[in-house]
């Protein structure tokens, strides 16, 4: 193979590309994670407008357009922007409206009867002898109402000083308005030109590209999209459905907080595999402070309701529409859970069947290569 200065220009820039990421990679890394703050209210505008563009679209296709109203159709795109938008806050307010009232409450009653539960525990070990006279008589000593409404007076007075607290939560919350007042107008204005941005990027990606790596390129994103599109549509009709049935059997077995806990479940359930667990812990949680023997058969409904929804509705909703077996969903969820937490988890399931669906599909073709040679 003869060398070209073309190819020692390319090993060249390439060592010297790699010796300054060595050198200066923390200040590469600073650099990055200052670009990225920059850059975040357009990265969570695009997140928006992908998830608003899913509803959208149904809206759209929906959209009957009169030809003897033209004017119709200038309305269809801003319309059903506008109720794509109305109907995920109206979403976020129900479950808000559901879910806060509740939990404030029960953390009240929680308090209140803390008191008492804690002197019925120094009474119980005093009575089982688990702990000797001088410690049982400190512990019976304690106010224990006196100590509680200490740790509230400690927790809501805040540490450290006031003025600084306030300013910097002030800071904090108008920084999170500006950020969600940006990544809104960025999310309306990608809606708004989507098929002209579409075909601008198009448009670049053919003339700065080569051909094999442009529809490599385009190959992935169509996956990519289409993944995540059924990801997101399934789960969220999952999540409903489980939802649905958790307060429908609740109802029927005359448990507390059918209505509230039922969406808590939906809501956790956005979270494959592991988030309906998530909200059956918050739910009993909740009942136990009506109930304890409650709290015990809404785990034992909600085990078995899950037993049915994942060998049953699961697998149809999500499952088939995604094609990803079983087994590499949980490994999905397991690993993008250690490495991200619960954004890992959400992300990790339409990533793993990104990459199956590309070694399928490479397999596939090069076997039918080898078929066709032999």
Same mark, same amino acid.
């Not at 809206?59 to 004017?71: I, L, Q, S, T």
């Not at 400190?138 to 927790?155: M, P």
């Not at 697998?315 to 490994?331: H, Y």
């Given at each position: 193979?003869?060398?070209?200065?073309? #190819?020692?220009?390319?090993?060249?820039?390439?060592?010297?590309?790699?010796?300054?990421?060595?050198?200066?990679?923390?200040?590469?890394?600073?650099?990055?994670?200052?670009?990225?703050?920059?850059?975040?209210?357009?990265?969570?505008?695009?997140?928006?407008?992908?998830?608003?563009?899913?509803?959208?679209?149904?809206?759209?296709?929906?959209?009957?357009?009169?030809?003897?109203?033209?004017?119709? !159709?200038?309305?269809?795109?801003?319309?059903?922007?506008?109720?794509?938008?109305?109907?995920?806050?109206?979403?976020?307010?129900?479950?808000?409206?559901?879910?806060?009232?509740?939990?404030?409450?029960?953390?009240?009653?929680?308090?209140?009867?803390?008191?008492?539960?804690?002197? #019925?525990?120094?009474?119980?070990?005093?009575?089982?002898?688990?702990?000797?006279?001088?410690?049982?008589?400190?512990?019976?000593?304690?106010?224990?109402?006196?100590?509680?409404?200490?740790?509230?007076?400690?927790?809501?007075?805040?540490?450290?000083?006031?003025?600084?607290?306030?300013?910097?939560?002030?800071?904090?919350?108008?920084?999170?308005?500006?950020?969600?007042?940006?990544?809104?107008?960025?999310?309306?204005?990608?809606?708004?030109?989507?098929?002209?941005?579409?075909?601008?990027?198009?448009?670049?990606?053919?003339?700065?590209?080569?051909?094999?790596?442009?529809?490599?390129?385009?190959?992935?994103?169509?996956?990519?999209?289409?993944?995540?599109?059924?990801?997101?549509?399934? =789960?969220?009709?999952?999540?409903?459905?489980?939802?649905?049935?958790?307060?429908? !059997?609740?109802?029927?077995?005359?448990?507390?907080?059918?209505?509230?806990?039922?969406?808590?479940?939906?809501?956790?359930?956005?979270?494959?595999?592991?988030?309906?667990?998530?909200?059956?812990?918050?739910?009993?949680?909740?009942?136990?402070?009506?109930?304890?023997? =409650?709290?015990?058969?809404?785990?034992?409904?909600?085990?078995?309701?899950?037993?049915?929804?994942?060998?049953?509705?699961?697998?149809?909703?999500?499952?088939?529409?995604?094609?990803?077996?079983?087994?590499?969903?949980?490994?999905?969820?397991?690993?993008?859970?250690?490495?991200?937490?619960?954004?890992?988890?959400?992300? !990790?399931?339409?990533?793993?069947?990104?990459?199956?669906?590309?070694?399928?599909?490479?397999?596939?073709?090069?076997?039918?290569?080898?078929?066709?040679?032999?």
């Amino acid at each position: 193979m003869k060398l070209t200065w073309k #190819d020692c220009l390319k090993v060249g820039v390439s060592v010297f590309v790699l010796y300054l990421a060595i050198h200066y990679w923390q200040s590469a890394a600073n650099f990055v994670a200052t670009l990225f703050g920059a850059a975040l209210p357009l990265i969570v505008g695009g997140i928006v407008a992908y998830l608003v563009n899913i509803l959208m679209d149904n809206y759209e296709r929906r959209w009957k357009d009169n030809p003897k109203k033209p004017w119709l !159709g200038k309305l269809r795109r801003p319309v059903c922007m506008l109720l794509a938008f109305l109907t995920l806050v109206a979403i976020v307010v129900f479950i808000c409206v559901l879910i806060i009232p509740q939990l404030g409450e029960c953390f009240g009653v929680i308090l209140a009867e803390l008191p008492g539960f804690m002197e #019925d525990a120094v009474a119980l070990a005093q009575d089982w002898n688990l702990f000797t006279p001088e410690v049982l008589a400190s512990l019976e000593s304690i106010d224990w109402n006196a100590q509680i409404s200490k740790l509230l007076g400690f927790v809501t007075s805040g540490i450290g000083d006031v003025v600084g607290v306030v300013v910097s939560a002030v800071s904090s919350i108008f920084s999170f308005l500006v950020t969600a007042l940006l990544s809104i107008i960025f999310a309306i204005y990608l809606l708004s030109g989507k098929e002209q941005l579409a075909a601008q990027a198009d448009r670049l990606a053919k003339r700065y590209l080569p051909n094999s790596i442009y529809s490599k390129l385009c190959y992935f994103l169509n996956i990519l999209d289409d993944c995540f599109h059924r990801y997101i549509v399934g =789960q969220c009709t999952e999540a409903l459905i489980l939802g649905g049935l958790c307060s429908i !059997g609740m109802a029927i077995l005359g448990l507390p907080y059918a209505l509230m806990v039922g969406a808590l479940v939906a809501f956790t359930a956005l979270i494959p595999v592991a988030g309906a667990y998530i909200g059956a812990g918050v739910g009993a949680f909740m009942i136990l402070t009506v109930d304890p023997i =409650q709290a015990v058969i809404f785990l034992v409904f909600l085990v078995v309701l899950q037993q049915l929804e994942g060998n049953l509705i699961y697998p149809k909703v999500v499952g088939s529409s995604m094609g990803l077996p079983g087994i590499w969903v949980l490994a999905a969820v397991t690993i993008g859970g250690g490495l991200a937490g619960i954004v890992g988890m959400l992300l !990790g399931v339409p990533l793993a069947a990104v990459a199956y669906r590309i070694i399928k599909d490479d397999v596939v073709k090069h076997g039918k290569l080898n078929r066709t040679e032999e």
